[in-house]
C-alpha cells in the first residue's frame, strides 16, 4: 500500500505516523514519551536531542510492527516531519533537529520527496483529521508545556497560515500543570495524573462555587500562569488539599482558555463561529467541557472542537496528514 511516513520529536515525545497517500487515512501510530528523572521539571534541549536520536528507531520499529499486525506492507511514497515549534522562520527549537536529520536521512535513501512543517501546524492537523472546522478560517488554539497560543487560522495547501492573537505572558498551561504536579509528587508530565487527583472529588456543576479557586490572569487572548502557580503553591503548603488544588488549576485554564477566545473573536474577527483547541492540555475531559460551556454562553452560535486525547498529546498524525495534502496536491 502506498503510505505518507509522517516523524515529530518535540519537547518530551518521539512520534511516528502511517497514513495512506490515496486518502491520508490512519494506518498506524507509535510514540514514547523521552524519560525524565522523578521531581524534574523537564529536560535540557541537549538531553532530549539525545534521547530522541536513540528513541527514533524504537518507534520506527515498533509503527513497522503495527503495520505488519494491521496487514499493510507499506511503499514509502512521502514524507513529512516537523522541523520548527511554530510556523515562523524565527522559531526554533534543537529536538525537532532530531526528526529533521532522521527524514532527511530516510526519504534521501529511498528517493521519495520530504515535506517540511512545524509541530503547531501538526497538531492543528491532527485534530481536524477527527473534527475537520467548518469553512477555511477559525480560532485555533494551542496549549501545551510549550505554547499558549491563541491564533486565528486559515488552512492552506502548505498546512496554516497563521495570525497569532495572543500568547503566554509567562508561563504555559502545561508548565502550570506540571509544576503543581511535582510539587505533589507526581510523575512528569504531571497532565493525566492531576486530573485523576481532581476526578476524585466527583462531579461540580460549572455553576456551583467551589471551595477553593485560582484567578484567571489574562490580559486580551495573552494568558498568564505564574501568578496561579505562585496560588497554588502557597494553598498546598498551607494545607489545602491536592485534590481541590487539581480541581482549581483545571478551571483556571479553561476559565484563561474561554476568555482569551471571546476575545479573539470579538475583537479580531467576530464573524468567526469555529474554535478548534489542540495541545496536550487539551486532553484534559474537564478542561475542554468547561471551556465549551462557557463560550457557548457568551458567544452565540460557536462551536469548540478538541481532539481526541489520545491525538490531542504530541503525535505525528497531523505531520503526515499535512505532508499526504502535499503529495496529492
Known amino acids: ?3 505518507v511516513l509522517g516523524i515529530d520529536t518535540s519537547n518530551y515525545t518521539t512520534s511516528v505516523c502511517a497514513v495512506a497517500a490515496v486518502d491520508g487515512t490512519l494506518l498506524a501510530s ?31 520499529g515498533e ?3 503495527h503495520l505488519h499486525v494491521a496487514g499493510v506492507s507499506p511503499e514509502w511514497v512521502a514524507a513529512g516531519v516537523s522541523v520548527r515549534p511554530r510556523p515562523y522562520a524565527s522559531s526554533y527549537m534543537p529536538v525537532f533537529q532530531a526528526g529533521a536529520s532522521f527524514a532527511t536521512s530516510f526519504t534521501q535513501a529511498i528517493g521519495i520527496p520530504l515535506v517540511h512543517t512545524s509541530h503547531q501546524e501538526g497538531h492543528l492537523a491532527a485534530a481536524e483529521h477527527f473534527v475537520p472546522v467548518e469553512g477555511r478560517r477559525f480560532v485555533a488554539v494551542h496549549i501545551s508545556g510549550g505554547t499558549s497560543d491563541v491564533m486565528i487560522a486559515e488552512r492552506t495547501a502548505f498546512g496554516y497560515k497563521v495570525d497569532l492573537i495572543g500568547e503566554g505572558l509567562d508561563l504555559h498551561a502545561g508548565q502550570f500543570v506540571d509544576r503543581v504536579g511535582v510539587h505533589l509528587g507526581l510523575p512528569f508530565p504531571a497532565g493525566p495524573e492531576l486530573e485523576r487527583l ?33 496560588a497554588a503553591i502557597r494553598a498546598l503548603d ?51 467541557q468547561r471551556v465549551t460551556q462557557r463560550l457557548l454562553k457568551r458567544v452565540r452560535g460557536v462551536r469548540v472542537q478538541f481532539a481526541p486525547p489520545e491525538f490531542a498529546r504530541d503525535n505525528a498524525l497531523g505531520v503526515a496528514r499535512i505532508a499526504q495534502g502535499r503529495f496529492r496536491a
Not at 524519560?35 to 535540557?44: C, H, M, N
Not at 471571546?262 to 495541545?279: T, W
Request: include cysteine.
Open 1 to 3: 500500500m502506498k503510505c
Open 30 to 60: 507509535a510514540r514514547k514519551l523521552l524519560p525524565v528523572t522523578d521531581g524534574q521539571r523537564g529536560l535540557r534541549q541537549s538531553d532530549a536531542l539525545f534521547f530522541h536520536v536513540r528513541q527514533l528507531p524504537m518507534v520506527m
Open 63 to 65: 509503527l513497522m510492527q
Open 198 to 230: 481532581a476526578s476524585s472529588l466527583g462531579h461540580e456543576s460549572s455553576d456551583e462555587q467551589p471551595s477553593f479557586a485560582l484567578p484567571a490572569s489574562v490580559r486580551g487572548a495573552q494568558m498568564s500562569f505564574s501568578g496561579p502557580l505562585s
Open 238 to 288: 498551607a494545607g489545602t488539599s491536592p485534590e481541590l488544588v487539581a480541581s482549581a488549576v483545571q478551571r483556571c485554564i479553561a476559565q484563561s482558555v474561554a476568555k482569551a477566545v471571546e476575545y479573539a473573536i470579538r475583537e479580531h474577527d467576530d464573524s468567526i463561529r469555529e474554535v478548534l483547541v489542540a495541545g496536550g492540555v487539551a486532553s484534559n475531559a474537564v478542561i475542554c
